[in-house]
């Protein structure tokens, strides 16, 4: 008996022990370190749900496209619609007038350095290559080629000068009409001009048109100005970079100009919240790339 209340006692003793032990811990948890607060749960349910925060896709002034560019609906070949807007640059800026009558001018010079520059891409016949045949083009685009181009910009020879068209869409159900409208101006014409569209623009609207479902062949000579760029001037100056060029070669800087990289997000942007004030300087960004890439072609130098 005697050892069985010892037992008991040292037992009650070892209870004791281990209860102190935890209120100390508690206590001790209890204390609120600098910078924390301590973690209160509450059972207390809302009665009714809080207000949605404001979406970062709803500005409080959106900027509407189509009063904010001289626009317009336009239908596709295949009767899908996208935007359209068009510029001729002999009723724009002085400079930009006279860029028409210079570009007939180096082509039509059979001495010049543009005609012999011409002659080399061209193993169709560089000397027949007038205005009328060229398409120059740039493309705007989300991402890498699996994503959707939203923005096809082309200069053509029209009403006596050179004229900027911009393929729009507005949202990415409005790709394929771009697309098509872009193979449909393609038709007849013997020359692309670009700047790296040998590496990326031309091999990127196969894949989309392709991806769209869309009918685009072209096989003619491409006057890619990135490669003969870097021959004429990767001595001269700190890089061949489009801009770069305009700005050493051409002699003109942007202003306001919105970065390249940035123009991808600004359009998803641009689809969620309709807000198109970025989209402005988009456009207005690849009509500069397609002015940039006329007056590069007669500032060449001969070879």
């Not at 209870?15 to 059972?43: D, F, N, T």
């Amino acid at each position: 008996m005697c050892a069985d209340k010892i037992d008991i006692d040292q037992l009650r003793k070892s209870l004791r022990k281990r209860h102190a032990a935890a209120e100390k811990l508690k206590s001790a948890s209890q204390i609120q370190r600098p910078g924390h607060q301590p973690v209160v749960y509450s059972r207390n349910v809302a009665s009714k749900s809080p207000a949605p925060r404001p979406s970062p896709f709803a500005p409080l002034n959106p900027v509407n496209l189509e009063t904010a560019v001289d626009g317009r609906d336009m239908r596709g070949p295949d009767g899908a619609y996208s935007f359209l807007v068009e510029s001729h640059l002999n009723t724009s800026t002085r400079d930009e007038a006279a860029l028409s009558t210079a570009l007939v001018t180096a082509m039509s010079d059979p001495d010049g350095a543009l005609r012999g520059h011409l002659l080399k891409v061209d193993t169709l016949g560089g000397a027949e290559v007038e205005p009328e045949d060229m398409v120059f083009f740039d493309l705007e685009t989300t991402g890498l080629s699996s994503s959707p181009v939203f923005l096809i910009g082309v200069m053509i020879w029209a009403d006596g000068g050179l004229m900027t068209r911009q393929f729009f869409a507005r949202d990415y159900s409005e790709e394929r009409a771009i697309v098509s409208l872009f193979a449909e101006c393609m038709q007849g014409k013997k020359m692309l001009v670009s700047f790296n569209g040998k590496s990326f623009d031309l091999p990127y609207i196969r894949a989309r048109a392709a991806a769209v479902g869309v009918e685009f062949e072209f096989d003619g000579p491409h006057f890619d100005l990135l490669h003969i760029s870097r021959r004429a001037w990767k001595d001269k100056l700190p890089n061949c970079k489009l801009q770069t060029l305009e700005a050493h070669i051409c002699g003109r800087h942007r202003t306001g100009d919105i970065p390249g990289h940035a123009i991808p997000q600004a359009y998803h942007d641009y689809v969620h919240s309709k807000d198109a004030r970025h989209m402005v300087s988009a456009l207005e960004h690849n009509r500069l790339d397609l002015v940039t890439l006329a007056e590069l072609m007669i500032h060449l130098p001969g070879e």
